[in-house]
């Protein structure tokens, strides 16, 4: 059990996560279990080793996002296993993208597993344990007030943007980008203007990462499909983005004060905020 003692009542448990109150108002503590899950929680495992691995890797990718200007939940590492982050409202629909077919694309639509998609494919999943996550259209999102239209057209903006900057990214390290799996969040400024940042965490949990010269999997399939060791296949990530190396853990900003970060951009005014029922499975 690697959940720490002295952080209290978690606000939420998942899966791989859990999240703690953070030291200041608009924080949380996220900390990164060794737990693993496939098929909404049917087959779970602890593997040693992973929080660790995915704290670090999901760090490094939102340390490089905020970078180029794209703005995420993450404010720093505290431990090995635990980030800073500031609270958001998070938005109930998963946003995919995928480059090549793979996993419940090609069963989906009974198409070959490796085939390069003529240009990125956006999907949308409702983020309920509960459903089972089901495939949503823009259209589900929008009558259901899931999200509104601006947020919905910045979050498929973001996630492109995201598809592009992470996908040379893995490319520089020998790896291809087969699809990924994006939460977002709402924070809100003094003002009451709406902003959406980039939530949860982007590692081999959420991502498809398939080694360019052998093939090798090297992201959560490797337990899905029982392909072998997955803390092998996480820390060869890991050592691929130079981020095993002490001296390599970067952190966004030093020191606790998150109130001075600057906000993202403006996408919904003040007066629309509150209108939207935030679904409660979040
Ligand atoms: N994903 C979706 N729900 C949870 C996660 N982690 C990620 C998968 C994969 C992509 O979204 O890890 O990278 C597409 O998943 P699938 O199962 O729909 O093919
Ligand atoms: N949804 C995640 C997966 O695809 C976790 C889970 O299903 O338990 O593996």
């Not at 180029?68 to 090995?80: A, Q, S, Y």
């Not at 982007?202 to 090297?218: H, N, Q, T, V």
């Not at 060869?236 to 983005?241: D, F, P, S």
């Amino acid at each position: 059990m690697t959940t720490p003692k002295n952080r209290g009542t978690p606000i939420y448990e998942g899966k791989a996560k859990v999240l703690y109150e953070g030291p200041e108002p608009g924080t949380l503590i996220q900390h990164f279990k060794d737990d693993v899950t496939a098929g909404n929680g049917a087959k779970k495992d602890s593997i040693p080793g992973k929080g660790v691995l995915n704290n670090r890797i999901s760090e490094f990718i939102m340390t490089r996002l905020e970078e180029v200007g794209i703005f995420t939940h993450f404010i720093k590492t505290l431990n090995m296993r635990e980030q800073l982050v500031r609270a958001c409202e998070i938005i109930p629909v998963e946003v995919v993208v995928r480059n090549i077919t793979a996993g419940s694309l090609a069963q989906r639509f009974g198409v070959e597993e490796g085939m390069l998609l003529p240009r990125p494919l956006v999907e949308y999943y409702l983020k309920s344990d509960q459903l089972n996550d089901p495939l949503i259209t823009e259209e589900h999102i929008v009558a259901f007030d899931w999200a509104y239209e601006e947020e919905l057209a910045e979050m498929k903006a973001l996630a492109l943007r995201v598809n592009d900057f992470l996908s040379g990214l893995f490319l520089g390290i020998g790896i291809k980008l087969v699809d990924f799996k994006l939460e977002f969040g709402r924070i809100y400024d003094e003002e009451g203007n709406l902003y959406i940042i980039i939530a949860d965490e982007i590692s081999p949990d959420s991502c498809r990462l398939w080694d360019i010269e052998s093939g090798e999997k090297l992201d959560k399939d490797v337990f899905r499909k029982d392909l072998g060791s997955l803390e092998h296949a996480y820390r060869e990530v890991a050592r691929r983005l130079g981020v095993l190396e002490k001296d390599n853990v970067t952190e966004l900003k030093s020191g606790n004060d998150v109130s001075a970060k600057p906000v993202a951009k403006k996408t919904v005014k003040a007066d629309d905020v509150g209108k939207k029922p935030v679904n409660d499975d979040v």
